[in-house]
């Protein structure tokens, strides 16, 4: 067999990644607030980070942080099987299982490491997995890592849904429901409660991702478990599950990100901690679902879900344009395509803080209605 040029091979596909208007730059920014970026010595505000309680900056969350490093250091040294296993730890999970009204939470290094480790470890050959269309590209690699069998039914289509599993569940030993609650490119809300009832009818574990939930999605059975994230509402880093305390047991044995990722540091853990603390009167979470609100009041767009609204532009040159122009006017918003998105489906993704004021939101409104109208 003849062997290939490796070197221009490569080339040849980052220069076809930019052909079609879907090269990715890694952009140099300081934070200077929940929603100030710094990048050559100009300041934008932020409509692209995923910070809906603008904890990330939080006095207090930055004093837990810059305690745990005076007491117990920087780094964690070792996995938390061996002696990485902070003290912190027992605390955080434990304000973890309260806030979702679960029996038990676990913590990863982060949520993509939760996700490719949860799944393989409750299913694997012979099992089923029947997922959402739009679940996030981690969910997939951690189905993919499973060796189990995979359906996906359209994107929050219920009966669609149950028809895959009435016509295969008896083809498996054991099912695995996947869903979101907030989906992060459309912003809509996954339905965890008939999914639930389908899980019960079939005796399938329920697995919903709530990584970008920022009001309380609770545990509703005991074959329902939740992943989440502490590096987007919560201002930190890291990933983890909740649920039954068997299933959560289970996973700690059997999760091999867990087992071979080095733990958290002590400052994120702390941080962390204060973060769950200040979240949980909703207030900074109904703050940033009503700036999403506003948003689209200005725009005569529907009232948003979440606090992530999506303007579909299609096309991904057109797409760049426009942020490139929002860029010149001082905001910054995520420019999303393929294949983070379907193809033709670019669009403008504006996420919004409990941080940004009002007139932030309407100038915005502004210059996007502005920039949709020429562009």
């Known amino acids: 067999m003849e062997k290939i040029d490796i070197l221009k091979q490569l080339s040849n596909n980052i220069e076809y990644l930019k052909s079609k208007n879907l090269f ?197 059975d005991q074959l329902h478990i939740q992943m989440g994230t502490l590096s987007k509402g919560f201002g930190s880093l890291g990933g983890f599950v909740v649920g039954n305390k068997i299933i959560i047991e289970y996973l700690i044995q059997f999760a091999k990100s867990l087992r071979y990722s080095t733990a958290l540091p002590p400052s994120i853990l702390a941080s962390s901690l204060m973060a769950f603390k200040l979240a949980k009167n909703q207030k900074l979470a109904k703050k940033s679902l009503a700036n999403a609100e506003y948003f689209c009041q200005i725009m005569n767009m529907p009232k948003p879900q979440s606090s992530i609204v999506p303007i579909i532009i299609g096309d991904e040159k057109r797409t760049l344009l426009i942020a490139q122009k929002i860029l010149s006017k001082g905001f910054i918003v995520g420019a999303i395509r393929y294949p983070t998105v379907p193809l033709n489906t670019s669009r403008l993704r504006l996420t919004f803080s409990a941080s940004h004021q009002k007139k932030q939101i309407k100038q915005l409104a502004l210059i996007i209605k502005q920039q949709l109208k020429y562009n």
């Open 24 to 220: 990715r730059s890694l952009e140099d920014y300081e934070a200077i607030s929940p929603i100030i970026l710094k990048r050559k010595k100009q300041q934008f505000i932020s409509f692209a980070c995923n910070d809906y309680l603008g904890l990330s900056h939080n006095a207090k969350v930055k004093k837990s942080a810059i305690l745990a490093i005076e007491n117990y250091g920087v780094g964690s040294r070792a996995s938390r099987f061996i002696t990485g296993n902070n003290v912190i730890y027992k605390k955080l999970e434990k304000q973890i299982a309260e806030f979702y009204k679960a029996e038990k939470a676990i913590i990863f290094a982060s949520g993509y490491s939760t996700a490719i480790g949860v799944i393989p470890a409750l299913v694997g050959e012979g099992d089923l997995v029947v997922a959402d269309k739009l679940i996030h590209s981690c969910l997939i690699e951690g189905i993919k890592l499973s060796m189990a069998k995979m359906i996906r039914f359209n994107h929050n289509d219920i009966e669609h849904c149950q028809k895959i599993l009435s016509e295969n569940h008896q083809k498996y030993r054991k099912i695995l429901l996947i869903s979101e609650n907030i989906f992060s490119m459309d912003g809509d809300c996954g339905k965890i409660n008939e999914l639930l009832i389908i899980a019960k009818k079939y005796s399938a574990i329920l697995l919903t991702d709530d990584a970008h939930g920022i009001s309380i999605n609770t545990i509703k």
